[in-house]
Nanobody, 121 residues
Framework: DVQLVESGGGSVQAGGSLRLSCRAF?????MGWFRQAPGKEREWVVG???????TYAASVKGRFTFSQDNAKSTLYLQMDNLKLEDTAMYYC??????????????????WGQGTQVTVSS
């Protein structure tokens, strides 16, 4: 099994930055970040096959940066120029290769507990 532990969430004003971390105990073929706002479905943010260039959601492209530190078994999500609509619970996820093609939560078997990001005006 894969265990994922997120950290780094918090409250920030619009235009600010946060960096999320995901300590991974094991990896899936596809690793990524999702988010879920109240009353909305969980949605893909960024991720990819290990070692490949990541795929970003259009809403975050140019503002968010996905990276990995293999020595620390940690994934990072650097979020810059945050907007009100980025407010959500953010989850780290691991799954089989199909997840990186479908970008659907159902194709990811392992999830972290989530970390809350709140952006205010």
């Amino acid at each position: 099994d894969v265990q994922l532990v997120e950290s780094g969430g918090g409250s920030v004003q619009a235009g600010g930055s946060l960096r999320l971390s995901c300590r991974a105990f094991g990896y899936g073929d596809c690793m990524g970040w999702f988010r879920q706002a109240p009353g909305k479905e969980r949605e893909w943010v960024v991720g990819g096959h290990v070692g490949d260039a990541p795929t970003y959601a259009a809403s975050v492209k140019g503002r968010f940066t996905f990276s990995q530190d293999n020595a620390k078994s940690t994934l990072y999500l650097q979020m810059d120029n945050l907007k009100l609509e980025d407010t959500a619970m953010y989850y780290c996820a691991a799954g089989g290769s199909v997840g990186c093609f479908s970008l659907r939560p159902v194709d990811f078997a392992f999830w972290g507990q989530g970390t809350q990001v709140t952006v205010s005006s």
